[in-house]
Protein backbone atom coordinates (compact mmCIF):
# COMPACT_ATOMS: atom_id res chain seq x y z
CA UNK A 1 0.00 0.00 0.00
CA UNK A 2 2.91 2.66 0.96
CA UNK A 3 4.33 1.97 -2.26
CA UNK A 4 0.88 2.23 -4.48
CA UNK A 5 0.51 5.74 -2.23
CA UNK A 6 4.46 7.18 -3.00
CA UNK A 7 3.35 6.12 -6.34
CA UNK A 8 0.40 8.10 -6.57
CA UNK A 9 1.76 10.63 -4.71
CA UNK A 10 5.07 11.52 -7.11
CA UNK A 11 2.50 11.16 -10.11
CA UNK A 12 0.40 13.88 -8.29
CA UNK A 13 3.67 16.19 -8.83
CA UNK A 14 3.75 15.18 -12.22
CA UNK A 15 0.38 15.97 -13.74
CA UNK A 16 -1.78 18.08 -11.90
CA UNK A 17 -5.22 16.92 -13.22
CA UNK A 18 -4.48 13.23 -11.33
CA UNK A 19 -6.22 13.02 -8.03
CA UNK A 20 -5.44 10.48 -5.27
CA UNK A 21 -8.39 8.40 -4.31
CA UNK A 22 -6.69 8.74 -0.78
CA UNK A 23 -6.81 12.36 1.21
CA UNK A 24 -3.63 14.36 1.48
CA UNK A 25 -3.62 14.01 5.66
CA UNK A 26 -3.63 10.34 4.99
CA UNK A 27 -0.69 10.53 2.53
CA UNK A 28 1.18 13.36 5.25
CA UNK A 29 0.88 10.55 7.86
CA UNK A 30 2.02 7.61 6.23
CA UNK A 31 5.16 9.08 4.33
CA UNK A 32 7.34 10.59 5.46
CA UNK A 33 8.73 13.82 4.19
CA UNK A 34 11.19 15.64 6.13
CA UNK A 35 10.48 19.90 5.57
CA UNK A 36 12.48 22.58 6.12
CA UNK A 37 10.33 23.79 8.67
CA UNK A 38 11.57 20.68 11.00
CA UNK A 39 14.70 21.94 11.40
CA UNK A 40 13.46 25.60 12.55
CA UNK A 41 13.16 26.61 16.35
CA UNK A 42 9.49 26.51 17.69
CA UNK A 43 8.09 27.88 20.73
CA UNK A 44 5.26 27.15 22.28
CA UNK A 45 2.93 30.02 23.75
CA UNK A 46 -0.20 30.43 26.09
CA UNK A 47 -2.92 32.64 25.16
CA UNK A 48 -3.62 33.29 29.01
CA UNK A 49 0.08 34.35 29.23
CA UNK A 50 0.12 36.37 25.95
CA UNK A 51 -2.06 38.47 27.43
CA UNK A 52 -0.59 39.65 29.88
CA UNK A 53 1.75 43.02 28.32
CA UNK A 54 4.69 42.87 30.38
CA UNK A 55 5.06 38.60 30.60
CA UNK A 56 7.84 37.27 27.98
CA UNK A 57 7.02 33.24 28.10
CA UNK A 58 7.19 30.56 25.97
CA UNK A 59 7.68 26.67 26.20
CA UNK A 60 10.86 25.37 23.88
CA UNK A 61 10.60 22.22 21.81
CA UNK A 62 13.58 19.97 20.69
CA UNK A 63 13.61 21.69 17.20
CA UNK A 64 15.89 24.08 15.97
CA UNK A 65 18.93 23.63 17.75
CA UNK A 66 22.58 23.07 17.41
CA UNK A 67 22.78 20.04 19.22
CA UNK A 68 23.68 16.52 17.88
CA UNK A 69 21.24 14.46 20.07
CA UNK A 70 18.26 13.29 19.56
CA UNK A 71 18.17 13.10 16.40
CA UNK A 72 20.16 16.32 15.31
CA UNK A 73 19.75 19.98 15.29
CA UNK A 74 18.00 19.30 18.63
CA UNK A 75 17.31 22.51 20.60
CA UNK A 76 18.82 20.85 23.97
CA UNK A 77 18.68 23.52 26.96
CA UNK A 78 19.54 21.94 29.64
CA UNK A 79 23.55 21.52 30.23
CA UNK A 80 24.11 17.15 30.42
CA UNK A 81 27.75 15.23 30.22
CA UNK A 82 25.90 14.12 26.85
CA UNK A 83 26.38 18.07 24.51
CA UNK A 84 29.13 20.20 25.33
CA UNK A 85 28.52 23.32 27.01
CA UNK A 86 29.18 25.77 24.17
CA UNK A 87 26.17 23.93 21.83
CA UNK A 88 23.92 24.06 24.95
CA UNK A 89 24.71 28.24 25.23
CA UNK A 90 24.58 28.42 21.63
CA UNK A 91 20.95 26.71 22.02
CA UNK A 92 20.08 28.96 24.49
CA UNK A 93 20.88 31.96 22.49
CA UNK A 94 18.82 30.75 19.57
CA UNK A 95 15.79 30.10 22.17
CA UNK A 96 16.32 33.76 23.95
CA UNK A 97 16.37 35.57 20.52
CA UNK A 98 13.45 33.92 19.36
CA UNK A 99 11.78 35.20 22.45
CA UNK A 100 12.44 38.58 22.04
CA UNK A 101 14.32 38.75 25.15
CA UNK A 102 17.24 41.43 24.87
CA UNK A 103 17.83 44.95 24.61
CA UNK A 104 19.79 45.89 21.64
CA UNK A 105 21.71 43.00 21.39
CA UNK A 106 22.29 41.95 24.42
CA UNK A 107 20.23 38.55 25.80
CA UNK A 108 18.63 39.08 28.89
CA UNK A 109 20.54 36.61 31.93
CA UNK A 110 18.43 33.54 32.40
CA UNK A 111 17.79 31.82 35.95
CA UNK A 112 17.35 28.20 35.47
CA UNK A 113 16.16 25.04 38.02
CA UNK A 114 15.81 21.61 37.44
CA UNK A 115 12.94 20.21 38.26
CA UNK A 116 12.46 17.57 40.95
CA UNK A 117 9.07 17.50 41.28
CA UNK A 118 8.90 19.42 45.26
CA UNK A 119 7.42 22.09 46.73
CA UNK A 120 10.45 23.92 46.31
CA UNK A 121 10.13 27.46 44.93
CA UNK A 122 13.60 29.87 44.66
CA UNK A 123 13.00 33.42 44.45
CA UNK A 124 15.84 34.57 42.11
CA UNK A 125 17.56 37.97 42.26
CA UNK A 126 20.10 36.85 39.11
CA UNK A 127 21.19 34.39 37.78
CA UNK A 128 22.94 31.87 40.36
CA UNK A 129 26.00 30.89 41.13
CA UNK A 130 25.31 27.15 41.80
CA UNK A 131 22.82 25.02 40.00
CA UNK A 132 19.03 25.15 41.81
CA UNK A 133 16.92 22.54 42.10
CA UNK A 134 13.12 22.64 42.88
CA UNK A 135 9.89 23.33 41.07
CA UNK A 136 9.43 27.20 40.59
CA UNK A 137 11.29 30.33 40.57
CA UNK A 138 10.23 33.90 41.03
CA UNK A 139 11.82 37.15 40.30
CA UNK A 140 11.11 40.68 40.73
CA UNK A 141 14.30 41.76 38.64
CA UNK A 142 13.18 42.67 35.24
CA UNK A 143 14.40 41.38 32.32
CA UNK A 144 15.73 38.48 34.45
CA UNK A 145 13.98 35.54 32.52
CA UNK A 146 13.31 32.25 34.63
CA UNK A 147 13.50 28.89 33.47
CA UNK A 148 12.55 25.32 34.70
CA UNK A 149 14.08 22.74 33.20
CA UNK A 150 11.48 19.78 32.75
CA UNK A 151 13.12 17.37 30.74
CA UNK A 152 16.33 15.36 32.00
CA UNK A 153 17.92 12.34 31.19
CA UNK A 154 17.07 9.48 33.83
CA UNK A 155 20.39 8.55 33.67
CA UNK A 156 21.24 11.26 36.35
CA UNK A 157 23.98 12.57 33.77
CA UNK A 158 23.96 16.57 34.29
CA UNK A 159 25.66 18.69 35.03
CA UNK A 160 26.05 22.02 36.55
CA UNK A 161 25.69 24.90 34.14
Request: charged residues 20%; aromatic residues 4%; hydrophobic residues 35%.
Amino acid sequence: MLAKLQKEHSQSHRDSAHRSEYPLSLLISIVPVKTRSETKSSILRSSTLTSVPWLVHGFSTRLGGTSRLYGGHALNLGFTKQDSRAVVERNRAIFLEKLGAKTGKKLWPLATARQIHSDLIHCVEGVPEQPLTGDGLITAVPQLLLAVLTAVPSSGNRTSP
